[in-house]
């Protein structure tokens, strides 16, 4: 099982990025999937979830009506849009789901807002 996510990089203050996160070794259709960010110092935290028929969604109030989460079970990937970047944003993000009773991150990828 591998979670592979890209799309990262540095962006200016107000600007957009959009992650992508492709698993292979399982198909996600049936399972749910979460993007989480860590920024130095500070404990990982959860930014967004999604249902594993994509219907309910559910994001932390520090990125609400900013970033949104959206899934491709054709492609087996886990897509999250960013708009309106803030310094705070800065983090490295990551996917992760869990599969048969395990649960599976991905490598990460880092986010830099600053101008």
């Known amino acids: 099982v591998q979670l592979v996510e890209s799309g990262g990089g540095l962006v200016q203050p107000g600007g957009s990025l959009r992650l992508s996160c492709t698993v292979s070794?399982?198909?996600?259709?049936?399972?749910?999937m979460s993007w989480y960010r860590q920024a130095p110092g500070r404990e990982r935290e959860l930014v967004a979830r999604?249902?594993?028929?994509?219907?309910?969604?559910n994001t932390a109030d520090a990125v609400k009506g900013r970033f949104t989460i959206s899934r491709d079970n054709a492609k087996n990937t886990v897509l999250l849009q960013m708009n309106s970047l803030k310094p705070e944003d800065t983090a490295v993000y990551s996917c992760?789901?869990?599969?048969?009773?395990?649960?599976?991150w991905g490598q990460g990828t880092q986010v830099t807002v600053s101008s």
């Open positions: 999604i249902s594993s028929a994509g219907d309910i969604t």
């Open positions: 992760s789901s869990t599969w048969r009773f395990r649960r599976y």
């Open positions: 070794g399982f198909t996600i259709s049936s399972s749910a």
